[in-house]
């Protein structure tokens, strides 16, 4: 059964601090592994990672792909209090009808 | 439009009512997807349309549980004879095609079954 599994489930740090979140995957014919910021209610896209994309980068935040461990890691650097949010996985499959294969997510809580 | 857009943002109802949630994915998109989110938890898949193909309906709950999708474009969740545990966020979302990179989510209902 395919399955995406995130750690840590919460995370409290202090604003400047660096996480790392964690995403490990089983799942049959990947393509891509997604990362999303839920705030409110509405997940938004930080990152897409394929075989030919394996590192992304865009400001303070980064994602590295690890396709022999099966994972990823999203850090964060000098976090700020908007980082505030669940942090969500996902895996994109190339075969099945529905393709998408969601973690429980990470709720990262950046204290001032 | 310029994302996808949901409606209502919030319903409250009362429990064996029937309830509709609206859903207007991104202006060409062919694949759009309902997720149920409980506090605290992940994204649960409901139901995922494909351009004109038959909906993949395997994560639905129940049979008091249905969705539509009309002209290709707008979709309607349905979910007849609340009960408390349907009391969740529902979030739609659309791709260009499905398989074909990332989903755009809308900003979700928040059910309430009193």
């Known amino acids: 059964e395919d399955k995406v599994v995130q750690s840590p489930l919460s995370l409290v740090v202090h604003e400047g601090d660096t996480v790392t979140l964690n995403c490990s995957y089983e799942v049959t014919n990947f393509r891509s592994l997604l990362w999303y910021k839920q705030e409110k209610k509405a997940p938004t896209f930080l990152f897409m990672l394929t075989s030919s994309g394996i590192e992304k980068k865009s400001g303070r935040l980064s994602s590295i792909l690890d396709k022999k461990e099966l994972s990823s890691i999203l850090n964060i650097t000098a976090t700020q209090t908007g980082d505030s949010a669940i942090y969500l996985c996902a895996v994109e499959k190339t075969s099945g009808t529905y393709k998408y294969i969601f973690g429980t997510g990470t709720r990262l809580k950046v204290l001032a | 439009g310029a994302g996808v857009s949901q409606s209502p943002s919030n319903k409250v109802t009362e429990k064996g009512k029937d309830v509709e949630l609206r859903c207007d994915p991104i202006?060409?998109?062919?694949?759009l997807y309902w997720y149920r989110q409980s506090l605290g938890q992940g994204l649960e898949f409901l139901i995922y349309?494909?351009?004109?193909?038959?909906?993949?309906k395997s994560g639905l709950p129940s049979d008091r549980f249905s969705a539509e999708r009309t002209g290709g474009s707008v979709s309607t969740l349905t979910i007849q004879r609340t009960q408390q545990e349907d009391s969740a966020v529902y979030l739609c979302?659309?791709?260009?095609?499905?398989?074909?990179?990332?989903?755009?989510f809308g900003p979700g209902t928040r059910l309430l079954v009193l």
């Open positions: 202006s060409g998109h062919t694949a």
């Open positions: 349309f494909q351009g004109n193909s038959a909906p993949d």
């Open positions: 979302a659309s791709s260009e095609t499905s398989g074909r990179g990332t989903q755009y």
